[in-house]
């Protein structure tokens, strides 16, 4: 059984930065791509960003060039470093795997006041 633990939540002033980590534990194979949702209130999941084990990043429009994430192979982890943060990236933000089979951690929630 895969497990994702989150940490590095939050509440910080706009244009303050954090950055968010998970890790998987457990039984995990080959993790494909690892990444970001966030779930703002009243509103739907949404993706943020990816990255997939050669290395390839994407990211939502939103946040390019404020966000980057980053993967460590060797700790089964993800990490999303979030600068010049708005009050619209308030949300509960989840990390997945893919292992091939979908994996998500309980959600971190990150506020940004303005």
């Known amino acids: 059984q895969v497990q994702l633990a989150e940490s590095g939540g939050g509440l910080v002033q706009a244009g303050g930065s954090l950055r968010l980590s998970c890790a998987a534990s457990?039984?995990?194979?080959?993790?494909?791509?690892m990444g970001w949702y966030r779930q703002a209130p009243g509103k739907q999941r949404e993706w943020v960003a990816g990255v997939t084990g050669g290395g390839y990043r994407n990211y939502l429009d939103s946040v390019k060039g404020r966000f980057t994430i980053a993967r460590d192979n060797a700790k089964n982890s993800v990490y999303l470093q979030m600068n010049s943060l708005k009050p619209e990236d308030t949300a509960v933000y989840y990390c997945?795997?893919?292992?091939?089979?979908?994996?998500w951690g309980q959600g971190t929630l990150v506020t940004v006041s303005s």
């Open positions: 457990g039984t995990v194979a080959t993790i494909d791509i």
């Open positions: 997945y795997i893919a292992a091939p089979d979908l994996h």
